[in-house]
């Protein structure tokens, strides 16, 4: 047992049921006589170490199992093996008061086996309290009895516990088991696990060094910290027979609930176990209308839906009443009283619930959206910019950070992220080219005009930067800049300790944290006296800059598209706030809120925002951990398939970030010897780290472009994907996908192999060069991907000599004027005329192709042969803001500087 690894976390949850899949083989296979009792014993050892740190099966019938074996009772054991697989398997433990009795009939089993009050109210939620003691292992099982003699049938939650006696048993024990929602810490305990944990000992040694010398008090207070940094929804209880006033005052011990006398009546500490639990599972505006649904309520405003009588009486449309059912109608309202709020103005339960969203998600507030977080990221751009101010943009993020700047007039400089060309995608922007951009605009004595650097964390892709370096560098050169970090797809991540740190949030935890810390202010002043007074733009470029603790303004806003990662219904969005300043322009927020976000948001919606929340908090870390899980599985089934291999792979870090911004030499998750520190050096390291879930599946070694293979799993396999390129589809691992959805893309990609396969076979010589040609044209006859080239003149009126912002606003609203435009074909003379002889080609508009997604004009934009070449070689049926019939858009500038007196 003292040879097993429990520090395997990236494959936890199917390894756990995997391994108990194993021995119901090798005990089937006893039974039957076709196996030995060895292999038997073989497979239950493999994971007894692990199984210590679940409350199920528990001793008791982990020890009838033994006993079986010892017995030889191969029929027996196979039987309550097969009970207990099922049961992890389809988690009905949680809610079957018989999967925890040894013998298959109740009346067998002696009574003090099964925990009191299981079963007795079946629908109550099930969760784990982590129990971390001094005590001897034997001792531990009395523990356990003495939580479960405090239990009542009138308890809203039902808890098992699970004990260990050491700090590296108890961070394996809150990665490993998700249901761990509590956490109970007696002084006392030891440091050292009895069991095999190589790469969690050198990841403790690098972080924190001479645990063992450290004392009760101080290495109780370690380890609540550290489970709060790896797991921060958890609710910590410490107990100290010592002065538990001083401890309480520790500033350290502000990651525990509540700090107890030990010697204290246990039904307190029970009762506030399902306090810290109850303020969780809380959902305030959700609550409020499930019981506005129950009353009787007579309508008079402008909703004839609501109560649902205009379906449910119609002959014509109550179909759709059956099929949604009546809660739908009888939860709508337009009213913002009678127990519910107003999103626009929330004085009720909708701020408590935002608070608590806040609360969640580590930001000081958070605002939620109903519109989608298009409507998110232009509320940020217009509160927070205004006309002439600079922004420092990506210019492959989402449109509707552009269209915020059209709205408002702040002027975007465009920052070019690194291509990959192979796959006719971009990446993220390299950290040098935002400090130059930042250094160009203080050489020119204009960085007072920059308000903001606006990136895509993660982008589309998978790419996941090293934010808190970049805000730190960024701080160095102008201390009071906003960033907003717009984390549409990555809004789950924050549930993931391995994720967290590349986060908004989580790094400017870290930031806020390290700021106050004398480290900072020691760092900042060896840094100032190593690069003198007046150091070059070059130096600066070169060093990792080190911000001054006493001049910054950390002012952080991320943006999420909670509907994209969590179990919240389309379009549901928060924007979350850790600003200094944030008093200073609430208001002006506020009216930005006015303006984007609709005055009759949809009830429903804003509860599935109320509920992800409660989820994320309660089972997040779990949901998480099995979308990272899937994804691995799929990584790894299909680059090591013997068949699907030849033509399909998933691209892997090595693939999808170049070299030079992977400093921790990280390749892949599935590379030879690569441990979850491996990865964990990676997010701390690298400049750019690629989020696992997020899956790129090369298809043109199939013959396939990615829009044509994206058609063909939908239409003929009923498989829904989002994102194509032009020899690649993306695939995205999420909270509800099961082992089950792993199976059916791999038996579907197994098909079309096969049918590959089959085709080159009869095709002799002519197919088998055609199918060549095919996959030549599509992952190597790539067409370089453009740049964005400069604002004309004309939109550049009051910017910088040697910096590229520009007016993206006059040239938007110029295109009104259809006398101020005038169109050219795309393929054509007159466009290869003026290419060369001029005059210049402004594009009069956004023009943005499906695949790849991002904009390759912007109205104002200088057009260059490097675009044209790009747009000719397109093979996409989706161009938005080109009409094929007229061509290219384009501004005569002149005419819009007369109009405008530009």
């Known amino acids: 047992m003292g040879g097993n690894r429990i520090d395997q976390f990236f494959s936890a949850p199917s390894a756990r049921n995997d391994r108990w899949r194993e021995v119901n083989a090798a005990a089937r296979a006893w039974a039957a ?28 019938l982990l020890g009838a199992l033994r006993e079986k074996l010892g017995q030889g009772d191969a029929a027996g054991f196979a039987n309550l ?128 060094a001479s645990l063992g010398e450290a004392s009760e008090h101080d290495l109780s207070l370690r380890l609540a910290n550290a489970m709060k940094d790896n797991r921060p929804e958890l609710d910590i209880y410490l107990l100290s027979d010592r002065q538990v006033e001083k401890l309480a005052g520790d500033p350290r011990a502000a990651a525990i609930r509540r700090v107890m006398y030990q010697v ?170 935002i400090k130059k951009a930042l250094l160009d605009l203080k050489a020119e004595g204009r960085l007072d005009r920059v308000k903001m650097v606006d990136l895509t964390n993660c982008t589309f892709d998978g790419h996941m930067y090293n934010t808190r370096r970049v805000m730190l560098e960024c701080l160095a050169i102008k201390p009071d800049l906003i960033f907003l970090w717009d984390e549409a797809w990555s809004g789950f991540a924050r549930w993931s300790p391995f994720l967290r740190p590349r986060t908004a949030m989580g790094a400017a935890a870290w930031l806020e944290k390290w700021l106050h810390s004398p480290e ?65 322009v609430e208001s002006q927020f506020h009216e930005a809120v006015f303006t984007h976000a609709s005055t009759s948001p949809n009830q429903q919606l804003i509860a599935s925002l109320d509920v992800a929340r409660r989820q994320m908090e309660l089972e997040g870390y779990g949901l998480v951990a099995n979308a990272i899980e899937v994804a691995l599985a799929i990584r790894n089934e299909v680059n090591n398939h013997p068949v699907i291999s030849k033509f399909f792979r998933v691209v892997g870090a090595e693939g999808m970030i170049p070299a030079a911004f992977r400093e921790s030499g990280f390749k892949d998750y599935l590379a030879p010897g690569t441990s979850w520190a491996d990865a964990l050096k990676a997010i701390e390291q690298d400049e750019f780290y690629l989020d696992p879930t997020r899956m790129t599946l090369v298809c043109g070694t199939a013959g396939f472009d990615g829009t044509q293979f994206k058609g063909i799993l939908a239409n003929r396999y009923s498989i829904q994907l989002n994102k194509t390129s032009r020899n690649s589809v993306l695939l995205q691992s999420n909270i509800n996908n099961t082992r089950s959805d792993v199976a059916q893309l791999i038996r579907v990609l197994l098909e079309i192999c096969n049918e590959i396969e089959k085709d080159l076979a009869h095709g002799g010589e002519e197919g088998r060069k055609a199918f060549a040609a095919r996959v030549k044209s599509l992952m190597e006859d790539v067409p370089d991907l453009p740049n964005f080239s400069r604002f004309h003149d004309v939109f550049r009126h009051n910017a910088g000599r040697t910096t590229s912002e520009g007016d993206m606003r006059s040239a938007f609203f110029g295109a009104y004027n259809a006398e101020d435009c005038e169109y050219v074909p795309l393929f054509g003379a007159e466009c290869d005329r003026r290419l060369k002889e001029g005059p210049e080609m402004v594009s009069a508009n956004f023009v943005i192709p499906y695949p790849p997604g991002f904009p390759i004009m912007v109205p104002g934009q200088v057009i260059t042969a490097e675009t044209i070449e790009f747009m000719r070689k397109l093979d996409v049926k989706e161009i938005h803001g080109y009409e094929r019939a007229k061509g290219l858009k384009l501004l005569k500038p002149d005419a819009v500087a007369a109009r405008y007196k530009l």
């Open 520 to 584: 900072a202010l020691a760092e900042h002043a060896k840094q100032k006296a190593e690069l003198g007074d007046n150091p070059s733009a070059e130096k600066l470029l070169a060093t990792r800059l080190v911000p001054d603790p006493a001049k910054v303004r950390l002012r952080v806003y991320q943006t999420n598209s909670t509907h994209k990662s969590m179990s919240a219904i389309r379009q549901g969005s928060m924007v979350l706030v850790k600003d200094v300043d944030f008093a200073t």
């Open 264 to 433: 204290e009546e246990p039904l307190e500490l029970h009762l506030s176990v399902l306090e810290g639990i109850q303020a969780r599972y809380e959902t305030p505006f959700f609550d409020n209308l499930k019981k506005y649904a129950l009353r009787p309520i007579s309508t008079f405003h402008a909703l004839p839906i609501a109560r649902g009588k205009s379906v449910f009486k119609s002959g014509w449309i109550r179909d759709m009443g059956e099929f949604y059912g009546i809660n739908l109608f009888l939860a709508e309202s337009s009213a913002t009283t009678g127990g519910l709020d107003s999103l626009l103005e929330p004085t009720g339960n909708i701020k408590k619930a935002q608070e608590m969203a806040a609360r969640a998600f580590g930001a000081d507030h958070v605002f939620w959206v109903t519109n989608g977080t298009s409507t998110s990221n232009k509320m940020v751009h217009q509160a927070l910019t205004g006309p002439g101010d600079i922004v420092i943009l990506d210019r492959n993020c989402h449109k509707s950070h552009h269209y915020g700047l059209v709205l408002n007039g702040a002027q975007p400089l465009y920052v070019e992220a690194f291509p990959l060309t192979q796959f006719s995608m971009y990446g993220s922007v390299p950290l040098a080219t």
């Open 33 to 60: 006589g076709k196996g030995e009792r060895a292999a038997v014993e073989t497979a239950l050892s493999a994971g007894a170490a692990v199984e210590e740190f679940h409350a199920y099966p528990g001793p008791a």
């Open 81 to 208: 093996a097969l009970r207990i697989s099922t049961a992890i398997a389809s988690r009905s433990y949680k809610e079957d008061s018989g999967d925890w009795e040894i013998a298959d009939n109740a009346a067998d089993s002696p009574p003090d086996r099964l925990p009191p009050t299981m079963g007795s109210q079946r629908s109550r939620p099930y969760f784990e309290m982590l129990v971390v003691s001094p005590l001897p292992m034997a001792r531990w099982q009395h523990v356990v009895n003495q939580f479960r003699k405090v239990r009542r049938p009138e308890d809203p939650f039902i808890y098992e516990v699970v004990a260990v006696g050491s700090l590296e048993d108890a961070i394996c024990a809150i990665l490993l088991n998700a249901d761990i929602a509590a956490v109970t810490i007696y002084e006392g305990f030891g440091v050292e696990s009895r069991h095999d944990a190589p790469v969690l000992r050198s990841v403790l040694a690098a972080r924190a």
